[in-house]
């Protein structure tokens, strides 16, 4: 019994190094603690959800909270990425499958990246399989994005008060294409509200990028 | 008493002097200037004079260069922004693979022609106007748009060094400018350099104390020397980073949103110790409220930012974009108008 708490605590220690190494976005140190821990015969799958998962869970939280800032999400969201590539090799393929698939895109006339890539970001960070069409993305190609990829989530962003309108035209091009029952979705960006959400008859809105992670999991 | 010329009368409102009556301005992007210009039947060059607008921003002069394909004009530092876009966007980043700042073709700030226009347009309007030099992508963005903008943050949160040394170079180059500017007889200073987004600052205040407080106190320094005023456009939530602005000798800020900074909220902190440029929201009331939205809109952004008469340069918040109904911009001009009576 008394060896069994030991190990335990070694267990939840590793753990505990994992998530804070990943929250406080160091990439290196997160990959060490990986390879120790599987040498330790960790369970992956626990690595992952617990480690990994748990631990962007909470920068987003501090995001929302207003303790972290951009520079701290990204490097967070890098060191997961690469802690990742030690891990994937040794997860089932259970493991892997994704909470839901999102394609993600800003529309149509607007280049405007840095809050889609956020919400991209701690979507994957989530467990989600993110497809990112980019910026300047057309009505069409949401539409066969959606349909190729049998997308559980549409998320789209605009910075501009002139192509936010474009957002109402990939709801209506969903729509005509019959795939709107088929898919949630959601809008956010500078300018885009609650109530133009409902407006133009999309799922939700949320105003950052942790937020939106939420809404995403209330909705499925 | 004083004969208030446009210049003086921009001059006193932005020190929060006494004015006759409060100075405006409208600006806008080329696509919106084209229709407008249309609408009113007048010449797109005589747009400024047609609005009564105070503030006349000087740029520099030198050769433009565009991409094969013309999808991309560069600027003086080499950052390429796209031509498609009614916004701004920075498609080419010159620093994004290169951390080698010796190995980088910084542009000379010691370069003759650089002024020839502003000299020229000082000389020829300078008893009346107001003129400062606009120095729009200042600091931050200037960093961040030849790295990048991942990069940059990236820089920012793991290599102190890298960043002190790139916002430091940066920081020399406009002081050079800045004197030269001043050489000229200008009025006062003119920064652009966005640090928030819609809900809060992109970076925490603390980074913004250690890199960019210190550069942009220096940047200011040459006109609060001279008790000129200088002003500061931010986008989004600054709220955080207001009195540290004002410690520096921030006189002006400027978009003032009114759905990110509550106006009455800045009038009650700031009082005396700032002075507004903005206002108008581009956002909402501008695109999509009606006439008597926009009436409205501007009688309580005078009333709450202004109740003393002076203290703002009443404006839109942003550009003009090509989504707002000219209906808008006439009712705006006439409201603009009517405070000149």
């Known amino acids: ?220 | 008493m004083d004969v208030f010329t446009p210049k003086l009368r921009m001059k006193n409102a932005l020190l929060n002097q006494p004015v006759d009556y409060l100075p405006t301005q409208i600006n806008y992007t080329a696509g919106m200037s084209r229709k407008m210009a249309d609408h009113f039947s007048i010449k797109e060059i005589e747009l400024p004079m047609y609005f009564g607008n105070h503030f006349y921003r000087l740029d520099l002069n030198y050769p433009h260069r565009y991409s094969q394909d013309q999808s991309v004009k560069f600027d003086w530092w080499g950052v390429g922004f796209d031509t498609g876009e009614e916004g701004y966007f920075a498609a080419i980043n010159p620093l994004a693979e290169n951390k080698n700042l010796d190995r980088f073709d910084w542009p000379d700030p010691n370069a003759t022609y650089l002024l020839d226009e502003a000299r020229h347009l000082i000389k020829q309007k300078g008893d009346d106007c107001f003129f400062a030099p606009n120095f729009g992508f200042a600091l931050f963005e200037r960093a961040w748009s030849l790295r990048g903008f991942e990069n940059f943050f990236l820089d920012m949160a793991m290599d102190n060094n890298f960043t002190e040394e790139l916002l430091d170079r940066i920081t020399e180059i406009q002081l050079v400018l800045i004197n030269r500017f001043l050489d000229l007889g200008i009025d006062g200073g003119y920064f652009g350099d966005d640090y928030g987004a819609q809900k809060g600052l992109l970076f925490s205040p603390q980074m913004w104390r250690k890199f960019i407080k210190p550069r942009l106190a220096k940047l200011f320094s040459p006109f609060v020397d001279r008790q000129m005023p200088v002003m500061l456009h931010s986008d989004g939530q600054i709220q955080q980073i207001l009195p540290d602005l004002v410690e520096i000798g921030l006189t002006t800020i400027n978009p003032i949103q009114p759905e990110v900074l509550d106006h009455q909220w800045l009038f009650d902190n700031f009082k005396g110790k700032l002075s507004f440029y903005g206002g108008i929201s581009t956002q909402t009331v501008l695109p999509n409220g009606n006439q008597e939205d926009v009436r409205m809109a501007i009688k309580t952004c005078i009333s709450t930012l202004a109740p003393d008469g002076t203290g703002l340069l009443l404006a839109p918040s942003h550009r003009l974009m090509s989504d707002i109904p000219l209906e808008n911009v006439q009712v705006m001009l006439e409201e603009f108008e009517g405070i000149t009576k």
Request: hydrophobic share 45%; aromatic share 4%.
């Open chain 1, 1 to 220: 019994m008394m060896i069994f708490n030991m190990l335990r605590e070694t267990v939840s220690q590793e753990i505990n190094e994992l998530f804070n190494a990943i929250l406080e976005g160091k990439a290196e140190l997160a990959k060490e603690i990986i390879e120790e821990a599987l040498i330790n015969k960790l369970s992956p799958s626990q690595i992952l959800n617990q480690g990994m998962i748990a631990s962007m869970a909470e920068v987003g939280d501090r995001f929302e909270r207003g303790e972290y800032y951009v520079p701290e999400m990204l490097i967070a969201a890098r060191a997961m990425q690469q802690a990742l590539s030690i891990l994937k090799p040794h997860l089932k393929q259970s493991d892997l499958a994704a909470v839901g698939r999102v394609v993600i895109g800003t529309v149509k006339g607007d280049l405007h990246d840095i809050g889609k890539n956020l919400v991209g970001m701690l979507l994957e960070g989530a467990g989600f399989e993110i497809r990112d069409l980019g910026t300047d993305v057309s009505a069409e190609q949401f539409v066969e994005a959606v349909r190729g990829d049998e997308a559980d989530i549409l998320a789209m962003s605009a910075l501009l008060t002139t192509t936010m309108p474009n957002m109402k035209s990939v709801v209506e091009a969903l729509h005509n294409a019959g795939l709107r029952d088929r898919v949630k979705v959601i809008i956010g960006g500078a300018p885009v509200t609650e109530s133009y959400s409902q407006e133009i008859g999309a799922d939700g809105y949320a105003p950052d990028a942790s937020r939106a992670v939420k809404l995403v999991k209330t909705l499925l």
